[in-house]
């Protein structure tokens, strides 16, 4: 090993690095000696010193070219082109600033939507918890039912069981959600926060910052722990910051807790969508769930868990894993958990929260930022092919002194990656201003704080990164493609229009605009078939009146009523409400269609039924007070409603929707037929049209009601149907919620239609950006096109004027121009019609009632595109048709 | 008419090697060198020499020191590293092999 020499090396590396005047100044020094020492030789031969001097100088030949080569040979020279380069380029930008600000733009706008989305992505379904310890290895955790897909609740001892037995997983904990009432001072306020393992804090790795997190044990008991720990934003906003916090008391859901805790700034719980305020122990379940002591009842499938898994450990094997110790459980208890399962979801699936939601809306965002991407590079491109028109002469005069054609393309590259770098700084930009914009998209609800936030962290720089070097290439590369067919002789000697390079010109020209015209076309197409199958939801309906229905919830359960109470308090509501003038009818019901809980399902027995052995039917059901098909307009098909005397004491009554009557009872009728329901026989007494229960996407499916007073839920929804104003109902309502209980607060009401329109609002998200990025596209190829056709028209100025010498009118141009514009927009609807019909597909997700292949949806935008194109080439066609061919053709 | 038309890419690095071997000398007796001993044979010229010495130095196989000459001028002297050295050797015995089998070829006779 010769240390010595590496040293040396490296020592002139770093010196022609950082010293390069000097090492360039010695190098120059070097050749001056050579010459002067070849002309004493020379002098010294008996030559005159003119004579001497000139002969020494051949022998040598081109410095300059010596000294750039000595350069070139030098490891430093790389780096010293590149800061030269850069310097250049940023002249080069300055002197052209409107061009360079145009493409600037360009770039801004597709990177900006990509990191955007990306940031998005990040935030809402990779890394949704920033202040979570190893979310990498984080999974949702929910129970699942044989036969039926998607995600149900767990069970508190399954959970419990699951995590003594999961030998693959490092922690587990629980955290539901849940609502609940404060009062503060003389009024109610509603927050949500989230019921929690009393490992939560510990397990995810986030440290109050005044007091303490749970301590083991505070999960377990009924009602036994009443403490809580409160987001900072709570501790600012509603507790001004009080350093003495700890140790107080605040009445959640009128049930008074000692504050224990208060959680860092910047922590906003486990739970995409929604900022939680505040987490409280499973323990204290009951006084914010309803429903009963549900800690050891293994039947009750009400909390939603994550688990995070052992380095090293995949998911397949945890589920492997898991599913072995959920079939223990199925046998152990068969009463509880036949045909139960326990399944793990990676965090952007989870199928509890807003991520499942926001997912085929992300991922189709994913494609359309792609294209909004390939669309910029296109126009760039068609921008720096104009600009290396007039830079030829340049480039050429740079070939003709030396430059090599590697380091002309390292030149270009170079400006290629400043325009690309300042507009990836431009998009990161953009995507920091859009960080909480997908909130603004979805629609406001009062009381709860929407929290969806971008997430800027190094992937998604890395991310951007690599899309800027992607541009780089494409922007730097377009004009040297260009510059490959650069001759030395033709612009130097004047500024003669090679006719092949220039028509090749135009071939890159026109490919790039059909290029752009395909993909915007496709996302045209694909907003508008995310805007008609919009409007097919829209449309259809729900099975229920929408307009004069409003809906709230007083809560029970949070005031601290106990069933009888309840059960009085709600009876005299009702008849209080009907008495009211304008209020039509009025009902409770535990959840309203629509809404954002989930109903419960039950397996049934139906008399005269015989499931096939693999068939477990379970059916989803509501309970409902006397009056709801009424107050929602839900048609009763045959028999009665239920009753005031359907209650507790009476026989179990059941009525059923006519999908389940066709499934279970071959479409025969089945009033006074039986139907088993949690181990008692029910009679069905109705039969009531189909509606929406949980998506107006849904397939209409099989579903049946209850009487509430005999399976109580202590806070249901309110209905009212009324002919009022929703303001005017409300005030009356309030006024007579106050007059049975002053302690009452009122969720948010809203009318049906809100709800309906609430449930669709992650297509209302996917329809608008897809929209917004369609739009964006549009504009940015009829931009394309617009400078296509100029620049035709400007470049064959003579061919026109001939045209019109030899008798064309203007109209006639006017026709040419236009017609040479639709030819290539013609040519990209081509491409886009058959990329679109491939790859609308991705929509499918998010598309009802709509084929991807709607014929109209086509149609309509391709009209838009042609009309878009044919707005574009107007102007060049209108100076075409202006053509003076006396002046064009005399100059 | 900077490139070496006749020599063999790389040869030129060998030869300025070996030359640097003998002794440390500047560019401009190296190029003296280089006419003398291969008598014009090679015809490289001195726009050529330069960038080659740059790059030996760039690779450690040769440094450079600023040095008075004779006659009491600074110039820039070049002498070989270790790694230089070794750098020769191979090179040398490369082209001993090369050349070998070339003069094999050339110098069958024609049945």
């Known amino acids: ?891 | 008419m900077s490139k070496p038309s006749d020599l063999v890419q790389g040869t030129l690095d060998m030869l300025v090697l070996k030359i640097l071997a003998l002794e440390p000398l500047n560019g401009w007796a190296i190029s003296q060198r280089l006419k003398q001993i291969s008598s014009d044979v090679l015809g490289v010229s001195d726009g050529s020499l330069y960038p080659a010495l740059h790059k030996l130095e760039h690779r450690g196989w040769i440094r450079a020191q600023w040095k008075s000459s004779e006659n009491n001028r600074r110039a820039k002297f070049y002498s070989l590293t270790q790694l230089g050295r070794k750098q020769l050797e191979q090179e040398t015995a490369n082209w001993n092999r090369v050349s070998a089998a070339i003069s094999g070829i050339v110098q069958l006779k024609e049945a």
């Open chain 1, 1 to 891: 090993m010769d240390i010595e020499g590496r040293f040396y090396s490296l020592t002139t590396r770093l010196r022609s690095l950082f010293h390069p005047n000097r090492v360039d100044q010695e190098m120059k020094e070097e050749l001056r000696e050579h010459l002067e020492q070849q002309i004493e030789e020379n002098l010294a031969r008996g030559m005159s010193p003119e004579e001497a001097r000139y002969s020494a100088m051949r022998a040598l030949g081109g410095i300059a070219q010596i000294e750039q080569k000595c350069r070139d040979a030098r490891g430093g020279s790389a780096l010293e082109d590149f800061v030269h380069d850069l310097r250049y380029g940023f002249r080069q930008l300055c002197r052209n600033p409107g061009f360079s600000a145009l493409i600037i733009l360009c770039l801004t706008l597709g990177i900006g939507a990509n990191a955007a989305v990306f940031s998005w992505v990040e935030g809402i379904l990779f890394r949704p918890y920033p202040a979570v310890a190893h979310q990498e290895r984080l999974f949702a955790l929910a129970g699942t039912a044989r036969g039926e897909s998607g995600a149900r609740g767990l069970s508190w001892p399954d959970f419990l069981d699951l995590r003594r037995s999961c030998s693959l997983c490092e922690e587990s904990f629980v955290s539901k959600i849940t609502g609940s009432t404060l009062s503060i001072g003389d009024h109610a306020e509603t927050a949500t926060g989230s019921i929690v393992s009393a490992n939560y804090f510990d397990a995810i790795g986030v440290r109050p910052i005044l007091g303490r997190g749970f301590e083991s044990g505070e999960d377990v008991g009924s009602d036994s722990h009443p403490v809580v720990v409160i987001s900072y934003q709570m501790w600012r906003n509603r507790f001004k910051g009080d350093p003495e916090i700890i140790g107080k008391m605040q009445r959640f859901n009128n049930v008074p807790h000692t504050i224990i805790g208060v959680a860092p700034e910047g922590f906003y719980g486990t739970f995409v969508g929604w900022a939680m305020h505040f987490w409280v122990p499973a323990s204290m379940e009951e006084t914010f769930e309803g429903g009963g002591y549900k800690l050891e009842d293994r039947g009750a499938r009400w909390i939603e868990a994550y688990i995070r898994l052992k380095p090293g450990a995949s998911r397949a094997q945890a589920q492997q894993e898991i599913s072995a110790i959920a079939a223990r459980l199925e046998t152990s208890y068969p009463a509880t958990n036949r045909g139960r399962s326990i399944g793990l979801w990676p965090l952007w699936q989870t199928p509890f929260n807003n991520a499942g939601t926001l997912l085929p809306t992300l991922e189709v965002m994913v494609a359309v930022a792609a294209f909004v991407l390939l669309i910029a590079c296109a126009n760039v491109g068609n921008l720096l092919l104009v600009r290396s028109f007039t830079r030829r002469h340049e480039l050429t005069v740079r070939l003709a002194i030396g430059a090599s054609r590697g380091r002309l393309l390292k030149q270009l590259l170079t400006e290629g990656l400043i325009l690309s770098a300042l507009g990836t700084a431009g998009g990161l930009l953009v995507a920091y201003w859009c960080r909480h914009a997908l909130v603004l998209l979805l629609p406001v609800r009062s009381g709860v704080a929407m929290y969806l936030p971008g997430e800027i962290d190094a992937r998604v720089m890395a991310l951007s990164a690599g899309i800027c070097l992607f541009v780089t290439l494409i922007v730097g590369s377009i004009p040297a493609f260009q510059a490959r067919k650069l001759d030395l002789a033709g612009p130097l000697k004047a500024e003669s229009s090679g006719v092949v390079g220039a028509r090749e010109r135009a071939w890159v020209r026109s490919g790039l605009v059909v290029f752009q015209v395909s993909l915007s076309f496709i996302l045209l197409v694909g907003a508008a078939l995310l805007l008609e199958s919009l409007e097919k939801i829209r449309a259809t309906s729900p099975g229920f009146t929408t307009t004069s229905v409003v809906t709230t919830r007083v809560s029970l359960v949070a005031a601290g009523y106990d069933v009888p109470r309840a059960e009085i308090f709600q009876d005299e509501l009702i008849d209080r409400l009907n008495a009211l003038p304008g209020v039509e009818s009025a009902a409770f019901a535990r959840e309203t269609p629509l809404g954002y809980g989930t109903y419960s399902s039950t397996p049934i027995v139906v008399d005269g039924y015989q499931p096939s052995l693999e068939e477990q039917p379970a059916v989803e059901y509501n309970q409902v007070s006397p009056g709801y098909f009424t107050t929602l307009g839900i048609p009763l098909l045959s028999g009665r409603e239920f009753a005031r005397t359907d209650d507790e004491s009476a026989a179990l009554v059941a009525i059923v929707n006519r999908t389940m009557v066709a499934r279970y009872w071959g479409g025969q009728d089945p009033i006074g037929r039986r139907l088993q329901v949690k181990g008692g026989w029910a009679r069905v007494v109705g039969v009531v049209a189909d509606s929406k229960y949980e998506s107006m996407r849904e397939a209409a499916r099989p579903f049946f009601y209850v009487p509430l007073r005999q399976d109580f839920v202590r806070s249901p929804d309110l209905n009212i149907r009324t002919n009022q104003p929703l303001r005017g109902i409300l005030a009356a309502l309030v006024r007579k919620v106050h007059a049975l209980d002053g302690n009452l607060a009122l969720y948010e009401m809203i009318t049906l239609q809100e709800q309906v329109n609430r449930s669709t609002s992650s297509q209302l998200v996917a329809v608008t950006l897809v929209s917004i990025l369609g739009g964006l596209a549009l504009l940015l190829a009829g931009v394309g096109l617009y400078g296509v056709m100029s620049y035709a028209v400007a470049q064959s100025t003579r061919e026109l004027g001939l045209r019109m010498a030899l008798g064309a009118s203007g109209a006639n141009l006017l026709r040419l121009v236009i017609s040479r514009g639709l030819r290539l927009t013609a040519g990209g609807i081509l491409f886009g019609t058959v990329a679109a019909l491939a790859f609308t597909r991705l929509l499918s997700q998010l598309l009802y009632k709509v084929s991807p292949h709607d014929p109209l949806v086509f149609g309509s935008a391709l009209a838009v595109m042609v009309i878009t194109a044919s707005s574009a080439c107007l102007l060049p066609a209108w100076r075409a048709s202006r053509t003076d061919p006396a002046r064009v053709l005399r100059g």
